[in-house]
């Protein structure tokens, strides 16, 4: 039986094992997304023309690809901060790891479905939106759960750095979980949205005030 500080918060710099094994599946997540990349039908539109057809999935697959090399960088981010673990921390971070390797499944969806466009298309975007959004969520309850009371990080912030930081961080949550409903009026413009998002995501969200 393990005393109660040793079991609620692991020693200093402890992070290396969640850093090496998250990065080993964002890894296994955008080669999954490569796999699923369809040769296009060169005997009905020729090469050229075959590929052009068949830009729904690049599309899905660029967007998709961004998505998880941003959160991989920002999760790297993250845990330049983070310097200690808990088991929460461990599950919280297993969650966000499921929703990653879950991606490439609606991306196929929306590969599939986008081109012919209707209700199809609609909900195959819906259902990469709320991917996304799940995933947007288990992000911003990392950071929140590591920085609250400055439990896990290097450096403690004051109350109202906490709420600013947690925030900034959690800001593309709203606006992925809007892409919901979006994706019903337009799944294209959905799409656009959430890489657009990405591009937001490119900018350190993880500051110390």
Request: proline share 3%; charged share 15%.
């Amino acid at each position: 039986m393990t005393s109660g500080a040793a079991t609620e918060t692991a020693p200093d710099n402890d992070t290396g094992r969640i850093e090496a094994f998250s990065d080993g599946v964002f890894a296994i997540a955008v080669t999954l997304l490569v796999l699923e990349l369809k040769l296009p039908d060169t005997k009905k539109y020729g090469v050229w023309t075959g590929l052009l057809h068949e830009w729904p999935q690049f599309a899905a697959y660029l967007t998709s690809f961004f998505i998880i090399g941003i959160m991989w960088a920002n999760h790297h981010s993250m845990f330049t901060s983070i310097v200690r673990s808990d088991r929460v921390l461990l599950f919280l971070n297993l969650l966000l790891l499921l929703w990653t390797t879950l991606l490439p499944f609606p991306t196929h969806l929306v590969a599939e479905y986008l081109r012919d466009g209707g209700a199809d298309a609609a909900q195959a975007e819906a259902v990469y939106s709320g991917t996304l959004t799940l995933s947007a969520i288990a992000f911003s309850l990392i950071w929140a759960h590591a920085v609250r009371g400055g439990r896990l990080i290097a450096a403690p912030l004051g109350r109202r750095e906490e709420w600013r930081s947690i925030a900034r961080f959690s800001m593309g949550t709203v606006f992925y979980a809007a892409t919901i409903g979006i994706s019903f009026l337009s799944a294209g413009a959905a799409l656009a949205i959430q890489f657009a998002l990405a591009l937001y995501y490119l900018f350190e969200q993880v500051r110390s005030a």
